[in-house]
């Protein structure tokens, strides 16, 4: 248990569904992000959150849409995906400023697009 | 760009010999560097995280590197075991922001 908690562990949507994936955090770390893990390839950063703001938006299609009603919780809007976001999606969070500052991940969403 | 290489993508030792994994780095000015590892299907654990004034960590039967000059990292595992079977990731954090940067992974298997 890392203290990053992930919902749902795995997601079987067709192309016209909406879901949310919801991660919350218990360490009190300022800043939440958004991964995506695809087969083979390196994790890519999709979002930042830092003290509740997006600070960064890695050129993410508007079909994903990311939400942080506060400091401990971070949701991922899907709506009209497309099959190649089948991927599995991780939330991690770590404290932002001077210092070591880990990041700590959650166990990640399976989604996979229909 | 930053970018981190990790070679080889895949390994396979038998059980009690030490593993070796390189992490590679195109720009020396980070402020850090994490090892994680993850299982298939799993989120990321941290391993080790070196700070660029640091040389080296070490946890346990782990043992991680870090040469800045040269853009590199190496995660020692000794005396390898089954359940060390999983993949390795490095991340780097550059000095001036909090992203990390990722290589693909070495995939390791330990065969008893």
């Known amino acids: 248990e890392t203290g990053v908690t992930q919902t749902p562990r795995h997601l079987v949507m067709g192309m016209t569904n909406k879901k949310s994936l919801k991660c919350e955090q218990h360490?009190?770390?300022?800043?939440m992000y958004w991964y995506k893990q695809s087969a083979k390839k390196p994790l890519e950063l999709m979002f930042v959150?830092?003290?509740?703001?997006?600070?960064e938006n890695n050129s993410v299609p508007s079909r994903f849409s990311p939400e942080c009603p506060n400091s401990s919780h971070l949701f991922l809007h899907l709506h009209t995906l497309q099959p190649e976001d089948s991927a599995l999606y991780l939330c991690a969070s770590s404290q932002l400023g001077d210092g070591p500052y880990e990041q700590y991940f959650g166990p990640g969403t399976r989604l996979t697009v229909t | 760009k930053q970018e981190v290489t990790q070679i080889p993508a895949a390994l396979s030792v038998p059980e009690g010999e030490n593993l070796v994994l390189n992490c590679s780095f195109t720009?020396?000015?980070?402020?850090?560097l994490q090892w994680f590892r993850q299982d298939p299907g799993k989120g990321l654990t941290s391993l080790l995280l070196i700070q660029s004034s640091q040389r080296e960590q070490t946890s346990g039967r782990l043992n991680a590197s870090l040469d800045k000059s040269s853009g590199r990292s190496t995660l020692y595992i000794a005396a390898s075991q089954p359940g060390d079977s999983a993949t390795y990731l490095c991340?780097?954090?550059?000095?001036?922001?909090?992203?990390?940067?990722f290589g693909a992974g070495t995939q390791v298997v330990v065969t008893p």
């Open positions: 991340a780097v954090r550059p000095v001036n922001w909090g992203k990390l940067q």
């Open positions: 959150y830092s003290l509740e703001e997006r600070v």
């Open positions: 360490l009190g770390h300022n800043a």
């Open positions: 720009d020396s000015a980070i402020y850090n």
